[in-house]
């Protein structure tokens, strides 16, 4: 078509035309060919529809990419958050492991104490026993015999001296008790009454060293010393029924504080609990360790039952005060107050011991931390307390200076 | 001259119950002292000192005395 338009506008009379005509014709395809640029360029250009199809396959594409590398992440996500899980749960065993493996390592040091604690009741009960034994032999009817054969006086004396024994054999020290011996004993020298010293360590050790003064001058007459022999037999079943009471009470005593330790609760439910006797049991378990140098001061004030797991608490006095034995070196003042505190109760373990440097303070708390040469801590003590505490919605709280440092834990009521 | 057992421990109701089988089975010849805490036990020992029941006891076994306390009570040796 444009080829017929060229032939029908060409003229062929002169050059100059020609140029002039072919002129006209280039720019006219100049035109063309601009034109056709533009649309070429409109063709790709992205509003045009093919090109829009064109960019849509390809976010299509890209989408599908995504969502496949978004799957791989959630499933890698899965992935580690089932390994953290388990992790986590790892963790809260290996925690509860170590928890029972500090109790039990506390246990173990009690062990060898509690040993002793059981076995020296056991030896007076056996010892006693034994004397019983022997007194009851002693009191025959020979004895009886004599005794109605013995002068009005002497058996009146023989009365008086079962009246005036004081069977609490606790309630003077050894030290006191020698220094009545030696009152009684040169008293009686004076009076002239023979062996002097040994009759007064046998009034003495049968609880006669209180209102004798009237029965001195009879321990001249020989019927009255047998009369005392006799006496002694009697006073001495009361004494010795007396300590066998006593060691049966430090026996059990000791026994149901390692009981009450040991008790692990599977319930894993909160008990009530009078924090006073829940120290009590520590205190029981660790007297031999306590008494072999170190003064515990109770100061126990009237507080209201804590909700909590007693094993727990328990576990949390053994190391404090297991911690107070190590500072103070077995030998120092140990004391324990407890008191109302707001919603709760408050307990404070105080020692006399070398305190803790200012410099390591905030970091006794944390795990495996130890000041105790390798092997010797665990460095777990505090830590674990620590943990307790706040699973009991509780707080404790260290202040530590050279000669006093307090440990002080609040526990609410809940 | 008596001879004398000076016991030792920090729980009187042994310290009674062993002194009352000494004399029981040693009879009236000997003396027998108690003592709730090692320094009790070293006052008794000076008393008998100056007594004279201890003039024969030399200061070594006097010191092996003491570290038997010290052994069983872990007390400071002085």
């Known amino acids: 078509m444009l080829t017929g ?16 005509v072919l002129q006209k014709q280039l720019a006219k395809k100049e035109k063309i060919n601009q034109a056709l ?26 989408v599908k990419e995504r969502t496949l590398s978004y799957e791989k992440t959630v499933r890698e996500l899965n992935q580690a958050n089932q390994q ?26 009690l062990v060898s104490g509690i040993a002793h604690e059981v076995n020296t009741p056991l030896g007076v009960i056996m010892s006693s026993i034994g004397a019983v034994t022997i007194s009851l032999e002693e009191i025959t009817t020979f004895q009886m015999r004599k005794l109605r054969a013995f002068s009005e006086d ?11 024994s004081n069977p609490d054999v606790l309630s003077k020290t ?22 002097a010293d040994e009759v007064a360590d046998t009034l003495v050790d049968a609880g006669l060293y209180e209102n004798l003064q009237d029965l001195y001058h009879q321990l001249q007459n020989q019927e009255c010393i047998e009369a005392l022999g006799i006496a002694v037999s009697y006073i001495s079943l009361r004494q010795n029924q007396l300590h066998i009471d006593l060691a049966i009470g430090k026996a059990s005593k000791v026994v149901f504080a390692l009981k009450e330790f040991a008790h692990h609760d599977n319930s894993g439910e909160m008990v009530k609990t009078n924090i006073n006797e829940n120290i009590d049991t520590v205190l029981a378990l660790y007297s031999n360790s306590l008494k072999q140098g170190i003064l515990v001061t109770k100061r126990f004030g009237q507080i209201p039952p804590v909700l909590c797991y007693p094993d727990e608490i328990c576990q949390i006095w053994t190391n404090l005060i297991f911690n107070a034995i190590q500072a103070m070196g077995n030998d120092g003042e140990l004391s324990i107050e407890t008191g109302p505190k707001g919603q709760g109760v408050v307990v404070k373990v105080i020692d006399n011991g070398h305190g803790i440097p200012l410099d390591i303070q905030d970091k006794i708390f944390d795990s495996f931390f130890t000041t105790k040469p390798a092997g010797e801590g665990t460095g777990l003590g505090l830590s674990i307390i620590k943990n307790i505490i706040e699973k009991h919605k509780g707080s ?5 200076k050279s000669g006093r440092t307090v440990f002080e834990v609040v526990l609410p009521i809940i | 001259m008596k001879a004398c057992i000076l016991c030792v421990d920090d729980d009187k109701t042994i310290l009674l119950t062993l002194k009352a089988e000494l004399k029981r089975s040693l ?11 090692a320094d009790e036990a070293w006052e008794i020992l000076e008393e008998l000192k100056a007594c004279g029941i201890m003039m024969q006891l030399k200061e070594l076994r006097l010191r092996q005395i003491y570290y038997v306390v010290y052994q069983s009570h872990g007390l400071k040796m002085v």
């Open chain 2, 27 to 37: 009879g009236a010849g000997i003396y027998c002292e108690i003592a709730e805490s």
């Open chain 1, 84 to 109: 953290l899980e388990k992790a986590l749960s790892e963790l809260a065993e290996s925690q509860s492991r170590l928890v029972l493996s500090e109790k039990m390592a506390a246990l173990g040091q």
């Open chain 1, 174 to 195: 050894s030290k006191e008790l020698r220094t009545l011996r030696k009152s009684l004993a040169s008293d009686l020298n004076l009076i002239g009454v023979k062996d």
């Open chain 1, 154 to 164: 002497a058996f009146n004396f023989f009365l008086s001296l079962l009246e005036r």
């Open chain 1, 396 to 400: 404790i709280s260290v202040e530590s």
């Open chain 1, 37 to 62: 640029m533009k649309r070429i360029e409109n063709e790709f250009s992205p509003h045009n529809p093919f090109s829009l199809f064109q960019t849509a396959s390809s976010v299509e594409l890209e």
């Open chain 1, 5 to 20: 338009s060229n032939q029908e506008t060409l003229p062929l009379n002169s050059d100059q035309e020609k140029i002039l």
